[in-house]
């Protein structure tokens, strides 16, 4: 039973376990080993939170303009004068 020290595939050739993790060739026989792809990146975390913040402030920001019109409306009903 090979070794497979890195839990890589063993060279294609002798089966030798690979000596190395990023060996390009074989220390045994010399074979060309295949180039591994690099393991895919994490997925990326969704902004969950991120876009609650943004959502709150955002509603935060319409109440604002909401209680800003309706007071400026009633306070031209009122006379006109804002101040
Ligand atoms: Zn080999």
Redesign the pocket.
């Given at each position: 039973m090979t070794q497979q020290p890195y839990g890589l595939p063993p060279?294609p050739?002798?089966g030798?376990p690979r000596a190395a993790a990023n060996g390009r060739s074989?220390v045994?026989?010399g074979?060309p080993l295949p180039v591994l792809e690099p393991p895919p990146p994490p997925p990326r975390k969704k902004h969950t939170t991120l876009w609650i913040i943004l959502g709150i402030l955002f509603f935060l920001l319409v109440c604002a303009i909401i209680v800003v019109v309706t007071n400026a409306l009633a306070i031209i009903e009122n006379g006109g004068v804002l101040f």
């Amino acid at each position: 039973m090979t070794q497979q020290p890195y839990g890589l595939p063993p060279c294609p050739a002798c089966g030798a376990p690979r000596a190395a993790a990023n060996g390009r060739s074989c220390v045994h026989c010399g074979a060309p080993l295949p180039v591994l792809e690099p393991p895919p990146p994490p997925p990326r975390k969704k902004h969950t939170t991120l876009w609650i913040i943004l959502g709150i402030l955002f509603f935060l920001l319409v109440c604002a303009i909401i209680v800003v019109v309706t007071n400026a409306l009633a306070i031209i009903e009122n006379g006109g004068v804002l101040f």
